[in-house]
């Protein structure tokens, strides 16, 4: 009597063993005492803890029994360079002083406007080590100045990511240093494509897109010219877009269409456009981005303070949109956990309360935004978003053992609901184990606190001087 080999055990890298693995795939499945291994920055297979035992021989383990694992988060919107300005803003508001509005236009400019190459190195070592702590394993840059500082601050942090530089190329009141011709603006972002398709920070983990500031800083010229760059180049543009009244004021006046409409005019509104914010839709452009498949990225924590978002309505009618922060500076943290959370009350608030229908975006469909929907927006589906073999492994593992998490009854619940960044206790991206019970491995948090004590009490004072 015969019997049929046994296939021998897979060898990998990295074996996360014992957790409950939200996979976040198309089934949701949940896998009660599981197990995620990883060869390489692959994962290679998934399933019982039991199962990995027979299958999988490993270099090295994690003990995940208490925890929680699913897909890294991705911040579809952040501002890198305007990290060091946090709460600033609200410090000039609370002593009293006048508010400029628009913010970004009379403050976070001229704030980028005074930045050094090692400046933004710093903040993008701060920004991101800030990320990797709460869970943030992707993030999309919206444009801002020396982005390759950027980029080098990502290589070192290990976290993936996508840099931009800002682009400026009309209007007379910018500061010098943020303005140029149209010629400098397309080549200077093209060639910041081209130094980062891919070539450093690993395989792919570290890339570049375009970008448009906004319709009021780039000349029609521009936008067409970047458009047809990106489809040549098979490439994002990030831009801002109906993220005000007054920029729909200008788009009308103007141009006699609302943005989205003049975007679509100029052949510029298709997959390639990554429209963070897409606030104040009217229904036409609501249309238009279902037709022509632009991107989009729901800032929660200050999209509610300019109109109520219909970012239900996009997931359901197809749209690629996913969840950002707008960086620091803005109303709220680096936490997409915390913006989830933000943005599932707001769509309530929106789209059921009004009409006594209660739990209009449940917690696999706000989860499935965080992950699913920012790989989708920023055009990476097939290697990050979930857990599926195949895929990149950015994993989270999230302590799910704290009094308010228990008792654990509903997975799905508990990490869309409950969970904040905080609780997040190891992450990998890329295959690598950049942070290990709490601990940060790829940063000096004491070297980071060392610069910014010498450095931003000089960058107060001249923002404060430049701003009075």
Known sequence: MSTRPTAAPQKVDLLLSGCDVVTIDGSNRVIRDGAVA????????????????????AKSTIDGSGQIAMPGLIDGHVHTAQTLLRGKIAEIDSRGGRVKIPVWW??????????????????????YANMISVGTTCFFEAGGPHPDAMARAAVDTGIRGIVSLSTIDQGEHWPRTMITTTRKALDANVGLVKRWKGSKGGPDRVQASLSLRQIMTCSP???????????????????????????IDYSLAKFGMRPAEYLHSLGALDRHMHCAHSVLLSEHEMDLYVKHKPSACHCAYNNYHIGPHRLLEMWRRGVDVGLGTDGAASWGPLDIFQVAHMARVGQQAVNG??????????????????????????????????????????ILLIDRTNLDQMPVQDIYFIAANIVVGRDVKTVVIDGNVVMKDRELLTVDREEIDRRLAERLP???????????
């Open 221 to 247: 010229p521009l936008i067409e010219a970047m458009a047809e760059a990106a489809r040549a180049l098979d490439v994002k543009i990030h831009t801002h877009l109906c993220e005000g009244s007054y920029e």
């Open 458 to 468: 000089k960058l107060m004072e001249r923002f404060d001087k430049m701003t009075a």
């Open 38 to 57: 990883i060869k390489g920055n692959k994962i290679v297979w998934i399933g019982k803890a039991s199962a990995a035992r027979r299958n999988v021989v």
């Open 353 to 394: 309360t009004p009409f006594a229908y209660r739990n209009v975006m449940p917690s696999e469909e706000i989860l499935k935004v965080a992950t699913n929907g920012g790989a989708r927006s920023l055009g990476l589906e097939k290697q990050i978003g979930s857990l599926e073999v195949g895929k990149k492994a950015d």
């Open 106 to 127: 009379n403050y976070y400019v001229p704030f980028e406007s005074m930045l050094t190459d090692e400046d933004v190195y710093l903040s993008g070592l701060l920004c």
